[in-house]
């Protein structure tokens, strides 16, 4: 009888221990579960923010005088030689004005501003003499899991290299680089190829010739130092590798070309976005 008595209370304290230990994990997990919401939401609203800061205009001054309605249409400016010529959107997509100066304020190390027309991805890029910084640092130097968009700290921070990485994190509530690969979407990429890399010298649109899996440290990541055959074949190579609807899309040696890379579930895959400027 006693020894049942001993078994019986030594059922009841396993018990109400393992009851102890359970609601533990369950509080752990909550709370582990908001942290991370409050950190999405906290990255989210100052991205957000720094949207309405980057892109208010400052209205135009009043001229003192009106100036004369010439009586003939003058003829457009040509571009000098080496100016880059803007390309205007198909349909109703605009790139937006950003205000660097105001980003600048902000963040001196900001170089561009990412814009996606048929993907809701609008980011300000920047570049640190690192790559790690902004993993886990967002623009506005936060601590945030989000990080920033930022550049390959190799690359030239003009765009003018053969071969421009952007890096972003692959958020799961879909923010930074968490969407890019909605664009092997078939109904996503017909809607537009497009994406706009905003600078303080101008706005380039780039059009999607590729998009696929690749391995972290594969040749996807090779820079150039010169435009030429090589860089030519490497371009043929990542259009092979493409999971994209087949469209012919031009590509010669001398393109400027965008990779915009997001990991994956494998810490040693990514996912690459790449287009060239036209």
């Keep these: 009888m006693k020894n049942r008595k001993t078994r019986k209370k030594f059922q009841e304290i396993i018990w109400r221990a393992a009851l102890i230990v359970s609601l533990c994990v369950f509080v752990f997990c909550a709370y582990r579960l908001i942290a991370i919401q409050l950190e999405y939401k906290e990255g989210t609203d100052e991205y957000d923010s720094l949207r309405q800061i980057a892109m208010e205009t400052t209205p135009e001054p009043i001229p003192e005088q009106e100036e004369p309605v010439p009586t003939s249409t003058p003829e457009p400016d040509k571009p000098e030689e080496g100016e880059e010529i803007a390309v205007q959107t198909n349909g109703n997509f605009e790139a937006p004005d950003i205000n660097f100066d105001a980003l600048r304020e902000i963040n001196s190390e900001v170089v561009g501003w990412i814009v996606m027309e048929s993907i809701d991805i609008s980011y300000p890029i920047v570049k640190a003499q690192d790559n790690e910084k902004y993993l886990g640092t967002t623009f506005e130097g936060n601590k945030n899991g989000a990080g920033a968009i930022f550049m ?35 109904d996503v990429y017909t809607k537009s190829r497009y ?41 043929d190579a990542c259009k092979e590798k493409s999971a994209l609807p087949q469209i012919t899309i031009p590509l010669t040696g001398n393109d400027k070309v965008v990779t915009l890379s997001t990991c994956t579930a494998s810490s040693a895959n990514r996912f690459v976005v790449q287009g060239r400027r036209i």
Excluded: V
């Excluded at 101008?202 to 130092?225: M, V």
């Design 152 to 186: 390959e700290r190799s690359n030239q921070p003009d765009f003018n290299d053969c071969n421009t990485i952007i890096y972003g994190h692959n958020m799961k509530n879909g923010s930074m680089f968490g969407s890019l690969k909605k664009i092997l979407q078939e």
């Design 195 to 235: 994406f706009w890399i905003c600078t303080p010298q101008g706005k380039y649109r780039y059009e999607i010739f590729s998009a696929y899996e690749t391995a972290a440290d594969g040749e996807t990541y090779t820079l150039f130092s010169e435009p030429g055959e090589e860089f030519k074949a490497y371009l």
